[in-house]
């Protein structure tokens, strides 16, 4: 695992220095630009959209704690022929993402998945995810936002004929990872509660207990954003075009004038490479879109009280304050890639046939961009050869899940109190 440089540590940005501008208010920027305002900063919060209206939008809602290897890795390779070959399969490659693979993302992900890179990634990422419901908890104390994580868990269903292999499998790769997790045995009678459409299609399943999920990410990211704002935090609707240096502080450009900073801190999701490459920095992001479609709840709507994750379709389902959300799909896209429309017309399919949307219910969609780095950890860091200037992002799939240890680990950065760590590095693609 990386150590951090304690011999070129960055210059601490105290408290009463002046303004730091956070450029993204998704659930990432919001909840570092709550941690930082909560440690005495003056902070204006920038976007051009209301807080939460980009990826964070759209999620799966799962805190996914037993994520603990990044998906850089062999086995993730030896799986991409057969996803590509399968046109109904969770993994598609559009024209624009063609560039990008081709400009160094494909070289750097291959790079990441060598052994001794895939080892170190799940350090840092494990080291993340560590602490993450705790940080979660302690980030939402005084927001009105507790009651919306819940930590029950998740259930892994499948449906094949002969399921227990798998399930083995699947439980010892779990436990190798320190993972809490456990197979339901073959009694149908003594698994969990489920729908009885969904138990009539399962054929064996298990458990882990350490994840949660959140009952409204949109609502989650807003209720921050509120937070921020009642502790002295500004919110500011405008698309920053570019950063500069303007004396001791910051310019940040948008088509209505400037934004003077004193500091700078990027979480713009899969547009943090326009601010940051201009100034050198290699920022390998690609967008990797990702869908949804929810069944509103009502009296006859299937209940779940957990998220259920369907391993033989790939697909997710949440319950939510306004009903279940089904999610799904990997498209490595293009900044002009159109969403693929078939997408949510798959949800709705597999939602139908495990029985929880009833034929002719209504559903709503969406779709959304994850920004995926090639080595699948996010950029945490203070840049050295531009003082005050942070960056927090590249979350991949992981973005709600890590949204406060980030925060907590952007605050300690930025205020002096750790080092951050070269794995996350800024400029470690440059």
């Not at 809602?61 to 890795?73: C, K, M, N, R």
């Not at 009885?196 to 949109?218: C, E, W």
């Not at 969403?339 to 949800?347: G, K, Q, S, T, V």
Request: proline share 8%; hydrophobic share 40%.
């Amino acid at each position: 695992m990386p150590v951090a440089d304690a011999s070129n540590p960055p210059m601490p940005f105290r408290p009463g220095s002046g303004t730091i501008a956070v450029v993204g208010a998704g659930v990432v920027g919001t909840a570092t630009a709550l941690a930082l305002v909560r440690d005495g900063h003056d902070v204006i919060l920038i976007d051009r959209d209301e807080p939460g209206l980009g990826c964070s939008y759209g999620n799966a809602g799962h805190i996914a704690t037993e994520q603990l290897s990044p998906l850089a890795s062999f086995a993730t390779l030896r799986r991409v022929p057969g996803l590509l070959l399968d046109s109904t399969g969770p993994l598609g490659i559009r024209k624009g993402a063609l560039p990008i693979l081709a400009r160094g993302w494909a070289r750097d992900f291959l790079a990441a998945c060598l052994p001794r890179a895939h080892a170190r990634g799940t350090a840092v990422l494990s080291g993340l995810i560590e602490t993450v419901v705790q940080d979660w908890r302690t980030l939402l104390v005084g927001t009105g936002a507790e009651g919306r994580l819940q930590t029950r868990g998740h259930h892994s269903v499948w449906e094949s004929a002969a399921p227990g292999a798998a399930i083995a499998a699947s439980v010892a790769a779990a436990q190798r990872l320190g993972v809490p997790a456990t197979n339901w045995g073959p009694n149908p009678g003594d698994w969990p509660d489920l729908p009885d459409a969904l138990r009539q299609r399962v054929t064996g399943g298990m458990t882990y207990t350490g994840t949660g999920h959140v009952n409204d990410p949109f609502g989650l990211t807003q209720d921050l954003a509120a937070a921020f704002v009642a502790r002295g935090g500004r919110i500011e609707k405008a698309d920053i075009q570019g950063l500069e240096r303007g004396g001791a502080g910051w310019r940040l450009r948008h088509a209505g004038g400037v934004i003077g900073a004193d500091a700078v801190l990027v979480a713009l999701g899969v547009d943090s490479g326009s601010l940051l490459e201009p100034l050198g920095y290699r920022v390998p992001m690609i967008a990797e879109r990702g869908y949804h479609v929810v069944v509103p709840g009502g009296a006859d709507a299937p209940i779940l009280d957990r998220p259920v994750v369907f391993e033989n379709r790939t697909v997710i389902v949440t319950p939510m304050a306004m009903g279940l959300r089904a999610t799904s799909f990997t498209d490595f896209s293009g900044p002009h890639d159109a969403p693929d429309p078939r997408r949510p017309a798959l949800l709705r399919h597999h939602l139908r046939e495990v029985g929880l949307m009833a034929p002719g219910a209504e559903s709503s969609e969406w779709t959304g961009c994850r920004p995926s780095l090639p080595d699948y950890l996010p950029m945490l860091d203070a840049s050295r050869r531009h003082p005050g200037l942070y960056a927090a992002c590249g979350h991949q799939h992981l973005g709600l899940t890590l949204a406060a240890v980030s925060a907590r680990r952007m605050a300690d950065i930025i205020a002096g109190r750790a080092l951050p760590d070269p794995a996350m590095a800024l400029d470690r693609f440059s």
